[in-house]
């Protein structure tokens, strides 16, 4: 094997260690260390940041009833969608099923994250284009702020996920 052969191996070893292989975004342990990194960040620099936890709401009825083909293709197209909505500087990865985090990174005034927060929301609630058909699978969101609400990472997402079951109990669609 020559040497680009070998560079192009390491290559994609390094991206499935870091990266969610239906989707592309970064996995649990790339979110972690960019957690990390940004949580730092905001402790040198005095600015926020935020820890959004989005489910997306009656997943599992469309999974059931359309097929896990489905479900991945939607999955795909949510990832894609948030992508395309947060900025350069933040995260979003996929945690499992149909959960997110996204990371909100160097935010000078907590006013931003609600914009951000009904941002994603209604970008969510529009329909996703699935085969002929058009679906609509909304998302809830549970936001944990840092340094804030706390410096604990643990914490954080317990706080975020906590968030996230109340913006259900409340309706759905939305974020708390």
């Given at each position: 094997m020559d ?60 999974n059931d ?112």
């Amino acid at each position: 094997m020559d040497s680009t052969d070998r560079k192009r191996a390491e290559e994609e070893l390094n991206h499935q260690a870091f990266h969610d292989a239906l989707t592309g975004l970064p996995n649990r342990r790339l979110l972690m260390d960019r957690l990390h990194q940004s949580m730092a960040g905001s402790a040198r620099s005095g600015q926020y940041g935020a820890v959004m936890m989005l489910d997306l709401d009656n997943f599992k009825d469309l999974n059931d009833s359309q097929g896990h083909d489905i479900g991945d293709h939607l999955l795909i197209q949510v990832g894609k969608r948030l992508r395309e909505n947060i900025r350069q500087a933040d995260t979003i990865s996929r945690v499992g099923g149909d959960e997110f985090v996204v990371i909100l990174s160097e935010l000078d005034d907590l006013e931003s994250i609600d914009r951000i927060a009904q941002d994603l929301v209604d970008k969510l609630a529009s329909s996703f284009k699935l085969g002929p058909d058009e679906v609509y699978v909304p998302a809830s969101i549970g936001i944990s702020l840092y340094p804030e609400d706390t410096g604990d990472l643990e914490e954080l997402f317990k706080n975020a996920d906590q968030a996230m079951y109340a913006a259900k109990a409340g309706g759905r669609n939305r974020f708390n």
